[in-house]
């Protein structure tokens, strides 16, 4: 079991594509926290990040920072 623990630490260290990193990141995000949503670029979200995600939405619609879909639309519109 040791050995396999250290091919995989020396695997990590020599990745040099920043994709592969974001996903064993994200695997590692997985087994460590029980993911309850997927972000969306496909990054797993754990029940902490998620409320305070709930919670930041909350407080922009409470102080105006919002779109309304009719003013989107007419956004589009102008594309």
């Given amino acids: 079991m040791a050995l396999k623990k250290l091919e995989l630490v020396d695997w990590l260290l020599?990745?040099?594509?920043?994709?592969?990193?974001?996903?064993?990141?994200?695997?590692?995000?997985?087994?460590?926290?029980?993911?309850?949503?997927?972000?969306?670029?496909?990054?797993?979200?754990?029940?902490?990040?998620?409320?305070?995600m709930v919670k930041e939405a909350d407080e922009r619609i409470s102080s105006g920072q919002f779109i309304t879909m009719e003013d989107l639309e007419r956004e589009i519109e102008n594309w």
């Fill in 14 to 52: 020599h990745i040099n594509d920043e994709a592969k990193l974001k996903k064993v990141i994200a695997l590692k995000t997985i087994l460590d926290k029980e993911a309850v949503a997927t972000s969306i670029n496909g990054y797993p979200i754990d029940r902490e990040e998620y409320i305070q």
